[in-house]
């Protein structure tokens, strides 16, 4: 239902009884989803900016090692199973 945000309440409201139909899916408050959309749009560039404020220089050398280390052990655990 990513476009149809978009549209007028009247569209909104058909597609999320199409998505209560086919799908099960429960009603959500406007501000989540105006929410989920400027994450889903935005999120990378938020989690940089997060990463860049929060973090600052030592943090974000500390999650690089870790995320290196990280797929370092994911390509031996594959490897093993290759």
């Known amino acids: 239902m990513r ?3 978009y549209l007028s309440k009247e569209f909104r409201d058909a597609g ?3 998505m209560r139909t086919f799908f099960d ?3 959500e408050p406007r501000w989540k989803e ?3 959309e400027v994450d889903s749009t ?3 560039v ?3 900016v997060f990463v860049e404020e929060v973090l600052k220089k030592d943090g974000k050398q500390e999650v690089t090692r870790l995320c290196f ?3 370092y052990f994911l390509k031996i655990c ?5």
């Open 3 to 5: 476009l149809a945000s």
């Open 16 to 18: 999320l009884e199409y």
């Open 25 to 27: 899916k429960k009603d």
């Open 34 to 36: 105006c929410v989920l």
């Open 42 to 44: 935005f999120g990378i």
């Open 46 to 48: 938020l989690g940089l």
């Open 69 to 71: 280390h990280f797929l």
């Open 78 to 82: 594959f490897s093993t199973f290759g």
